[in-house]
């Protein structure tokens, strides 16, 4: 099978990890450990190939991609090189990239020039570059550049892989936006491959199954990485905690009101780095209306947990665009993503994503 050639949105701790992640398997051969998928139609990790990216911050733009990859404030340091990642890092518009919390880590280039050059010199290089898959890693309350982004993936005909909270593969319009051009779209907002969101989830869906009632849950996540820090604007969050909120609320068979649900990023504690820290408490009612309290606490690698779901969105939207699938993936969306097009429960959504993967193979 041929290369998938990806081009990067947002050089930081996600695509650092993503980069490095591969490397690692590409090296040690230890290709049983945290697949899900050792092939997606045909792909394997190894053939997924870094062509084009684009960043803001003045250390990053202009250097190689293999040494942008762990510049500041980028904290993943899995393996000391990587090889293959001899691209560019190209000048992105900022737009509403940079938040005012991160600002002084992210050091983004001063007196850009205007939108338009910008835009014609990163359509340039995706066709110079052949990249095909764009896969979005902007920090959460990138709006404007999202939309940004997402025109450029249309223009430049890429599948886009949307790895950040704002709604694109979940908003009618842009679905259909991608539909007509016959070019997929996956999204949005990663779901992690043991995060809070699936664990969070997959107890919610266990009362459910066992008869209880859930009353109210809570689920609360700090970190010390610039998402994290990001995320003390509240401005930028909205779309996160709607995200993330109705993650939980559509598997429970009776929705909670607002004020007896709360699942969202709760504090930026710079010691952290990278480790994530989620509690979740879930309070129901059993059998004779016996209450009942589960706890729990997760501690999980962020970036670890994100690259592992990366790998599979970039090789469905490869085989999607193999055999001309446009529009929203709503199986990969759904067993990926945490707010897709369509909520479906996990265990199913696994089912039906299996069979798509089958049924496009062939
Ligand atoms: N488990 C996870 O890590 C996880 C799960 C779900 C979603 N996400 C989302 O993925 C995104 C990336 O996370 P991260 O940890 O890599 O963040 P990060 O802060 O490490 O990286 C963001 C990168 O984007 C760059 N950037 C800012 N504005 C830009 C612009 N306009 N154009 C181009 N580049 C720009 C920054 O310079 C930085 O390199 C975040 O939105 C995060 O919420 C992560």
């Known amino acids: 099978m041929g290369k998938i050639r990806v081009g990067i949105i947002g050089v930081g701790n996600c695509a650092s990890a993503l980069i490095q992640g591969i490397e690692f398997y590409k090296t040690s051969g230890e290709s049983e450990i945290g ?3 050792q092939e997606i139609g045909g792909y394997r990790l190894e ?4 062509t084009s990216a684009f960043d803001v911050g003045v250390n990053k733009v202009g250097k190689h991609l293999s040494e942008a990859i762990y510049e500041e404030p980028n904290l993943v340091k899995w393996v000391q090189k990587v090889s293959d990642c001899d691209v560019i890092v190209k000048e992105s518009p900022i737009l509403d ?3 005012i919390y991160v600002e002084n880590k992210i050091k983004p280039v001063a007196n850009q020039r205007p939108l338009n050059t910008l835009k014609d010199g990163v359509i340039e290089e995706i066709e110079r570059s052949r990249t095909e898959v764009l896969i979005n890693y902007l920090p959460v309350g990138s709006q404007l550049a999202t939309e940004f982004w997402a025109d450029v993936a249309l223009e430049t005909g890429c599948g886009f892989v949307n790895c950040i909270p704002v709604f694109i593969a979940s908003n009618n319009m842009w679905a259909e936006r991608f539909a007509q051009k016959g070019l997929p779209v996956i999204g949005d907002d990663i779901k992690a491959v043991v995060g809070a969101t699936i664990v969070h989830r997959a107890l919610a869906k266990l009362c459910a199954d066992r008869g209880t009632i859930v009353d109210q849950t809570y689920q609360i996540n700090v970190g010390g990485n610039t998402d994290f820090l990001n995320l003390k604007e509240v401005e930028r969050l909205e779309s ?5 909120t109705e993650a939980v609320q559509s598997v429970l068979p009776r929705r909670l009101p607002e004020d007896k649900i709360y699942v969202g990023p709760s504090d930026f504690i710079p010691q952290l780095g990278n480790t994530k820290i989620a509690f979740i408490k879930i309070q129901g009612r059993m059998f004779a209306n016996i209450p009942f309290t589960i706890e729990l606490r997760l501690e999980v690698d962020d970036k ?3 690259a592992g779901i990366a790998v599979d969105a970039i ?5 999607a665009l193999d055999r001309g699938l446009g529009g929203a993936l709503v199986e990969a969306s759904a067993w990926l993503m945490k707010h897709p097009p369509k909520q479906i429960e996990d265990s199913e959504a696994k089912k039906m994503l299996e069979t798509w993967i089958s049924t496009h193979s062939k």
């Open 240 to 244: 996160k905690k709607i995200s993330k």
């Open 315 to 319: 090789r469905c939207c490869k085989l």
């Open 304 to 306: 670890a947990n994100s």
């Open 47 to 50: 053939d997924i190939t870094f």
């Open 35 to 37: 697949l899900m998928h």
């Open 97 to 99: 990239g940079v938040g």
